[in-house]
C-alpha cells in the first residue's frame, strides 16, 4: 500500500510541506499535509503504529503530573481517552487501540494544556478560532479499510491554493483547487463541485484531513466517478463588532451564526464562482455546479442552496441538519423557491444527499429532521445514515459516497 503524496500544482508562489515519512509495518507511508517541526530535545518516536494496529503515544515532558491523548478515535467511541505514564527518563506514553485502519486526529493533554505532538510532522491546520489552538496531529493505520483514500499508482490530479478578491468581505480570501487527472494536458472543461469545511477549518482542510484528492484520483480513475474540479473555500467568517450585535451576540446559533452563513453565501456566490468560473476550465451552467459541506459548511449549505437552485444541480449536507438553532427558519425561508413546487425542484435538484452518523449529537434535532421534512414536502433525497461520530472518518466516507452521484 503507498501513501505517498501526489504531484501538486503551485500558484501565486505558494509553499505547502508534504507529510514526512511514517514507518509502519512493511511500507514507508506518507500522506499529503501541512509540516510541523518536531523537537530535536530526544530522539523519542511518536506516534508508534505496530503490526497488530495499536498505536503508541509518546511526549518528553519530565515536569508534568498529568498528561492524556484524545483523539477522533475516541470521539467515534473505538477507544477511550488514555492517560499516559512517565518512566524514569520523563517520556510520558500510552498504548492505544488495536484502532480500525483510517486516518485519525489527535492531540496531547498536559497539565490541562493542548500541546501537539512535538514528534509529528503530521498535522491538520484550521482557522486562529479554534478553541484551543488551530493544530491537531494526525496518525495514519494502513488496511484494506483505507483503500479509497490511498495514494496508488495511476494519474492523479492536483492541489492548488490560489487568492480571490472578496467583494463583500473587501479582502483577498485564500481558496483550494482540485483538478482532475490530466487537466493540465488538455482542453476539456469540467463540472465543479464547491466543497465546504466545517467550523474552524481552513481551506486546506479537505486537502490534507480530507483526502479529496486521493478520493477523487481513485474514484475518476476506475470509472466510478466523473472527472470534475473541486473548489474549497475558507467557510468562516469573521464578523465586525456591529454585525455581532446586529446577529444579537455569540451565542451558538441563532441570528449571529445565520448572518455569517448569509456572509459566506454572498461570498461564495458573488466573488468565488465568479473567480472558479474566469480562472478554471469549468462548465459554467447549474447542471454543472454541485455544492456540499459538512458540519458548519452544511448548515451553509442549507442556508445557500435551497435558495439557489438555479445555480446548484446537487446538494450535499454532512453531519448537519434542520435544527431549531440553526437554521430555525428553514422551511419558511425556503417555501416559495425550493418548497412551493416540490416537482420543479426534482427536476433542477438532481441529487439532494444527506449523511449522518447514528452516534453523531446531530442527527436527532438536524439530519433525521431534515429528511423527515424533505419527505413530507415531496422533495426527492438520499438519507445514509452510518454508526460514526462527528469525524473526518465519517465525511470522508461520505465524500466517496456523494462525488459518485455527481453529474450523471
Known amino acids: 500500500m503507498n501513501f505517498n503524496t501526489p504531484k501538486v500544482g503551485w500558484t501565486s508562489g505558494y509553499f505547502i510541506a508534504m507529510f514526512a515519512v511514517l514507518i509502519c509495518s512493511q511500507a514507508n507511508l506518507r500522506a499529503q ?10 530522539p523519542l518516536t511518536s506516534p508508534e503504529v505496530l503490526p497488530d494496529h495499536r498505536v503508541i503515544f509518546r511526549i518528553y515532558a519530565p515536569k508534568a503530573t498529568s498528561v492524556e491523548v484524545n483523539g477522533d478515535f475516541v470521539t467515534q467511541g473505538l477507544a477511550p481517552l488514555a492517560k499516559l505514564t512517565k518512566d524514569e527518563q520523563g517520556v510520558w506514553s500510552a498504548t492505544v487501540g488495536p484502532l480500525p ?8 493533554n498536559v497539565d490541562g494544556t493542548r500541546v501537539v505532538d512535538p514528534k509529528n510532522p503530521m498535522v491538520k491546520q484550521a482557522t486562529r478560532t479554534m478553541p484551543g489552538g488551530p493544530i491537531d496531529s494526525l496518525v495514519y493505520i494502513p488496511g484494506p479499510e ?9 494519474p492523479h490530479g492536483e492541489i492548488r491554493q490560489t487568492w480571490y478578491y472578496s467583494k463583500n468581505l473587501k479582502s483577498q480570501r485564500s481558496l483550494h483547487v482540485y483538478t482532475p487527472p490530466g487537466y493540465d494536458q488538455g482542453t476539456t472543461k469540467y463540472p465543479v463541485l464547491y466543497l465546504i469545511g466545517g467550523g474552524f477549518d481552513d481551506d486546506s482542510a479537505w486537502s490534507s484531513i480530507g483526502r479529496v484528492n486521493f478520493i477523487l484520483d481513485n474514484l475518476i480513475n476506475s ?4 472527472p470534475m474540479v473541486v473548489a474549497m473555500p475558507i467557510q468562516m467568517i469573521e464578523l465586525s463588532a456591529a454585525q455581532m450585535g446586529q446577529g444579537g451576540g455569540r451565542g ?5 451564526l445565520n448572518l455569517q452563513y448569509d456572509t459566506f453565501g454572498e461570498d461564495l456566490l458573488g466573488s468565488v464562482i465568479p473567480f472558479v468560473e474566469s480562472h478554471y ?3 459554467p451552467s447549474q447542471p454543472n455546479r454541485a455544492i ?4 458548519m459548511g452544511g448548515g451553509e449549505t442549507l442556508r445557500i442552496a435551497p435558495q439557489n437552485i438555479d ?8 453531519s448537519m441538519g434542520w435544527h431549531d438553532h440553526i437554521n430555525p427558519d428553514f422551511e419558511t425561508r425556503n417555501e416559495q423557491k425550493f418548497f412551493a413546487h416540490p416537482e420543479q425542484t426534482n427536476r433542477l435538484v438532481k441529487v439532494f444527499w444527506i449523511g449522518c452518523g447514528a452516534h453523531d449529537a446531530l442527527i436527532g434535532d438536524g439530519d433525521r429532521k431534515l429528511a423527515e421534512l424533505l419527505k413530507k414536502r415531496g422533495i426527492k433525497h438520499v438519507f445514509h445514515e452510518t454508526q460514526g461520530a462527528h469525524t473526518w472518518i465519517e465525511w470522508r466516507a461520505y465524500l466517496r459516497e456523494y462525488a459518485q452521484l455527481l453529474f450523471r
Open 146 to 154: 483505507t483503500a479509497f483514500q490511498d495514494n496508488v499508482p495511476g
Open 292 to 295: 456540499a459541506g459538512l458540519s
Open 311 to 318: 445555480t446548484f444541480s446537487h446538494i450535499g449536507v454532512f
Open 223 to 226: 470509472g466510478k466517478a466523473k
Open 101 to 108: 485502519p483510517d486516518l485519525y486526529s489527535y492531540v496531547f
Open 252 to 256: 451558538v446559533g441563532g441570528p449571529t
Open 281 to 283: 476550465r469549468v462548465l
Open 33 to 42: 499535509a501541512p509540516q510541523r517541526q518536531g523537537s530535536a530535545g530526544n
